[in-house]
């Protein structure tokens, strides 16, 4: 079983960082992809990046793409979500995600593990 708890989020102004955390209490990370997904009021979740159970390979939402870097840390069974130059339209909800197969990586629906979110507001 997978128990994942997101941190990190918090109030910044644009053009500011914030590094988001994700902590696993469950069976190893290292079985499971992990992705971020964020959800603004009234929008849907959306995609934002993946990273494979190795830490090998990396996606990314060509809307972060270049500002936002996803990485792992299995020892310690944490996941990350650097984010920089942060923008207005960064701000919502970020939620870490987690299963052992995904086949669709962008669609939320086929991802079985979840947070409960980390909210994350980005000021001009």
């Known amino acids: 079983q997978v128990q994942l708890l997101e941190s990190g989020g918090g109030d910044v102004q644009a053009g500011g960082s914030l590094r988001l955390t994700c902590t696993n209490s469950?069976?190893?990370?290292?079985?499971?992809?992990v992705a971020w997904f964020r959800q603004a009021p009234g929008k849907e979740r959306e995609f934002v990046a993946h990273?494979?159970?190795?830490?090998?390979?990396?996606s990314y939402a060509s809307s972060v793409e270049g500002r936002f870097t996803i990485s792992r840390d299995n020892a310690k069974n944490v996941g990350y979500l650097q984010m920089n130059t942060l923008k207005p339209e960064d701000t919502a909800v970020y939620y870490c995600?987690?299963?052992?197969?995904?086949?669709?990586?962008?669609?939320?629906?086929?991802?079985?593990?979840w947070g409960h979110g980390t909210q994350v507001t980005v000021s001009s």
């Open positions: 469950g069976r190893p990370f290292s079985a499971y992809h």
């Open positions: 995600a987690a299963d052992s197969f995904v086949g669709n990586v962008l669609r939320a629906a086929n991802w079985k593990f």
């Open positions: 990273i494979n159970k190795s830490g090998g390979t990396t």
